[in-house]
T-cell receptor, first 119, second 116 residues
C-alpha cells in the first residue's frame, strides 16, 4: 500500500501552460506539504496545510496555488509555467506535533516526487 | 535563523566498512527534531532516523545510528557495514518543534558511493 502518492511522476510541458500535480496520503495524517528540489538537489518547503488550512506559504510566486479538498489530499496547480519551474516537486505528510518536545510522531513521509520539465 | 550544514558534498566508502556523514545545525530553539533522509538514484525520499533534542540517548535504527552532540550542534549519521545499496544522496534536516507549520529545513546533501 502506497503511503504518499503523487501523480504524475513525470510532467513535460511548454512554457506558459497551466498544470496540476496531485498528492494523496493514506496515513491518516493531518498535515501535508509541498517541497521543491532544484537542479542542485536542494530541497525547500513551499507550502504546508493542516486540516485543509494553509499554514505555510514560503514566498512562492502566486502562480503556484495549492488546494486541499480534504486532509488526505493536497494538490498543486501552477499557472503560466516558466523555465525556472523545472524541478522535482515532493509532497509529504505528517501528524502535526502538539508541542511535545522530542516527539517523533511528526516525521514527514514523502511521496515519490514529480519531475516537472518546462520547455 | 535555522540552518543545516552538510560539509561533505561526496563521500566514498568500501563495502562492509562504516561511514560517518556530517551534519551541523543552528537554532536558537531548545525543542527541535533532527532527521536523516536517503534519496537513491530512483529519486524517492526515504526516512531513515530521527533524534529529538531532549533525547538523552543517540537514536539507532538497524545499521543507522545518529551521533548526537547537542553542545556542538552536530547530528552525524553513522552507517555501519556499508552495502552497495547504501549508495545514494543523504540529507540531514531539522524541524523546530514550535515553529509554524512544522517545515523541515534541509542541508545540501552528501552523495555517498559504496565501492565493492
Amino acid at each position: 500500500d502506497t503511503a504518499v502518492s503523487q501523480t504524475p511522476k513525470y510532467l513535460v510541458t511548454q512554457m506558459g501552460n497551466d498544470k496540476s500535480i496531485k498528492c494523496e496520503q493514506n496515513l491518516g495524517h493531518d498535515t501535508m506539504y509541498w517541497y521543491k528540489q532544484d537542479s542542485k538537489k536542494f530541497l525547500k518547503i513551499m507550502f504546508s496545510y493542516n486540516n485543509k488550512e494553509l499554514i505555510i506559504n514560503e514566498t512562492v510566486p502566486n502562480r503556484f496555488s495549492p488546494k486541499s479538498p480534504d486532509k488526505a489530499h493536497l494538490n498543486l496547480h501552477i499557472n503560466s509555467l516558466e523555465l525556472g519551474d523545472s524541478a522535482v516537486y515532493f509532497c509529504a505528510s505528517s501528524q502535526r506535533d502538539r508541542g511535545i518536545a522530542g516527539a517523533s510522531t511528526d516525521t514527514q513521509y514523502f511521496g515519490p516526487g514529480t519531475r516537472l520539465t518546462v520547455l | 535563523a535555522q540552518k543545516i550544514t552538510q560539509t561533505q558534498p561526496g563521500m566514498f566508502v568500501q563495502e562492509k566498512e562504516a561511514v560517518t556523514l556530517d551534519c551541523t545545525y543552528d537554532t536558537s530553539d531548545q525543542s527541535y527534531g533532527l532527521f536523516w533522509y536517503k534519496q537513491p538514484s530512483s529519486g524517492e525520499m526515504i526516512f531513515l532516523i530521527y533524534q529529538g533534542s531532549y533525547d538523552e540517548q543517540n537514536a539507532t535504527e538497524g545499521r543507522y545510528s545518529l551521533n548526537f552532540q547537542k553542545a556542538r550542534k552536530s547530528a552525524n549519521l553513522v552507517i555501519s557495514a556499508s552495502q552497495l545499496g547504501d549508495s545514494a544522496m543523504y540529507f540531514c534536516a531539522m524541524r523546530e518543534i514550535y515553529n509554524q507549520g512544522g517545515k523541515l529545513i534541509f542541508g545540501q546533501g552528501t552523495e555517498l558511493s559504496v565501492k565493492p
